[in-house]
């Protein structure tokens, strides 16, 4: 059984950063496709970044392109998303993802429907 569990939410001010984390448990994390969403309150899930094998091999959104880094440390069954110059409109709710096995991926996945596990979430508040 697949769980994924989030941590690293908290809150900052306007300009700060934060390093979320996703301990993966359950399969084989290297050879699946990760990735990161956020939900703000009334709004619909956002695709943020995902990740193949390697670092080498990531997807943004364009909001968050050069702001938010996604890694993954296979060893560790995690996944992170590094956010810096964060501002109030990243308020939200974050989850990790696991999509489908890579060798079966020819793009980087953007829809949740793409995904079939997720964790429960991490809250990321950013004042201003």
């Known amino acids: 059984q697949v769980q994924l569990v989030e941590s690293g939410g908290g809150l900052v001010q306007a300009g700060g950063s934060l390093r979320l984390s996703c301990a993966a448990s359950?399969?084989?994390?290297?050879?699946?496709?990760m990735g990161w969403f956020r939900q703000a309150p009334g709004k619909e899930r956002e695709f943020l970044a995902s990740?193949?094998?390697?670092?080498?091999?990531?997807y943004y959104a364009d909001s968050v392109k050069g702001r938010f880094t996604i890694s993954r440390d296979n060893a560790k069954n995690t996944v992170y998303l590094q956010m810096i110059s964060l501002k109030p409109e990243d308020t939200a709710v974050y989850y990790c993802?696991?999509?489908?096995?890579?060798?079966?991926?020819?793009?980087?996945?953007?829809?949740?429907?793409?995904?079939?596990?997720w964790g429960q979430g991490t809250q990321v508040t950013v004042s201003s």
């Open positions: 993802a696991r999509g489908r096995a890579i060798t079966l991926v020819s793009t980087y996945p953007t829809s949740p429907g793409e995904y079939v596990y």
């Open positions: 359950g399969g084989t994390f290297s050879t699946y496709i």
């Open positions: 990740i193949k094998w390697t670092d080498r091999y990531t």
